[in-house]
């Protein structure tokens, strides 16, 4: 793999470790679930990190990367089952953006 990954060649290459290390896809709604999870052990180390919480021992030695990978990892699980292409969708997203947010962010008094 390439250090310089696409979205759509991700998404390929996550089927192809699905279709044959991990069996099989979980079904979709325990995929849901997995996401869930990760982007609360995501969220947990970010507070930590940056907010005020302490770190308990069981935080030591996570890696926020990692945890942001796992998201990844689970939303490209979920856009694969769902027949999603994320490569499209991210594209018109920023397309959706920058026609209902073309001059929202900058006459926001709350941002300066």
């Not at 099989?24 to 005020?52: A, D, H, P, Q, W």
């Not at 935080?59 to 796992?70: H, R, V």
């Not at 769902?82 to 926001?108: M, S, W, Y």
């Amino acid at each position: 793999m390439s250090a310089d990954i696409t979205i759509k060649q991700a998404q390929a290459d996550v089927d192809q470790w699905i279709k044959t290390v991990g069996v099989r896809y979980f079904n979709e709604l325990t995929n849901l679930g997995i996401l869930m999870e990760e982007v609360g052990e995501l969220s947990r180390l970010m507070v930590r990190k940056y907010g005020e919480q302490s770190f308990k021992e069981t935080d030591k030695g996570k890696e926020i990367s990692d945890e942001m990978a796992d998201v990844l990892w689970v939303l490209i699980c979920l856009a694969n089952q769902t027949g999603v292409d994320l490569t499209e969708a991210l594209q018109k997203n920023f397309e959706k953006k920058n026609i209902r947010d073309a001059n929202r962010h900058q006459e926001n008094e709350k941002l300066k």
